[in-house]
């Protein structure tokens, strides 16, 4: 499968908090990509981390990649009731089809 | 500034009526993809194009198709609406499939009753 799987499918916490989301999959990957999508919305591509990368930030967001055990986390520090959306995760892979998987329901409570 | 448009934005169609979402980038770029999404399903590949000429059929693509005679379209013809076709539709087009960034359009909210 070319899907990454997002765990968990749903996590609340309080602003200020931390909140940690996780990708797991099971081909050989290129790359490794984060998407936000708020209610209604379209999806906003977050970051993408290369195969010989192990961390990249951006802003408040901390991506790790585990090649070896086939996962990755995204961290969002010091969240905000904007966070609220949900995240996917996207294996790029030598094949070209972007494939989501269910997704990660963050709901930040203010 | 490139930006990829959907249109309509929301569309009301009878069963069995035929209905095109249009689907417009101008990052000229080559792949191309439409989703549905709805709920407990995330978003579920219908069809792709990695360039002019080319189309392929995602995991959902039983009623539906699409058309690629330039760079810039991609639209998605429902050939005889149903109501299990009622949904939120998106496109999205990248330059090299899932190894580059993807940009979505907003959706186009289809209900066929």
């Known amino acids: 499968s070319q899907q990454g799987e997002e765990d968990p499918q749903a996590l609340s916490i309080q602003e200020g908090e931390n909140a940690t989301m996780n990708c797991s999959y099971k081909?050989?990957?290129?790359?490794l990509q984060w998407y936000r999508q708020n209610s209604g919305r379209g999806l906003v591509h977050l970051i993408l981390?290369?195969?010989?990368?192990r961390e990249k930030h951006s802003g408040r967001l901390r991506v790790t990649l585990d090649t070896s055990k086939k996962s990755s986390s995204l961290l969002i520090t010091a969240s905000r009731a904007a966070d609220t959306a949900s995240y996917f995760c996207?294996?790029?892979?030598?094949?070209?089809?972007?494939?989501f998987g269910p997704g990660t329901s963050l709901s930040v409570i203010p | 500034d490139a930006e990829i448009t959907q249109s309509p934005r929301h569309k009301i169609t009878e069963t069995g009526r035929q209905v095109t979402l249009a689907c417009h980038q101008t990052?000229?770029?080559?792949?191309m993809f439409w989703y549905r999404q709805d709920l407990g399903h995330g978003l579920r590949l219908i069809h792709y194009?990695?360039?002019?000429?080319?189309?392929n059929k995602g995991e959902v693509s039983d009623g539906y198709s699409v058309s690629r005679s330039n760079t810039e379209d991609l639209p998605l013809t429902l050939e005889s609406a149903a109501s299990s076709q009622t949904s939120v539709y998106f496109c999205?087009?990248?330059?090299?499939?899932?190894?580059?960034?993807?940009?979505f359009g907003q959706g186009t909210r289809l209900t066929v009753v």
């Open positions: 194009s990695y360039g002019v000429q080319d189309t």
């Open positions: 990052w000229n770029h080559n792949n």
């Open positions: 081909t050989s990957i290129n790359n």
């Open positions: 999205a087009s990248s330059a090299r499939g899932a190894r580059t960034e993807a940009f």
């Open positions: 996207v294996v790029g892979t030598s094949y070209d089809k972007v494939i």
């Open positions: 981390i290369r195969s010989n990368e």
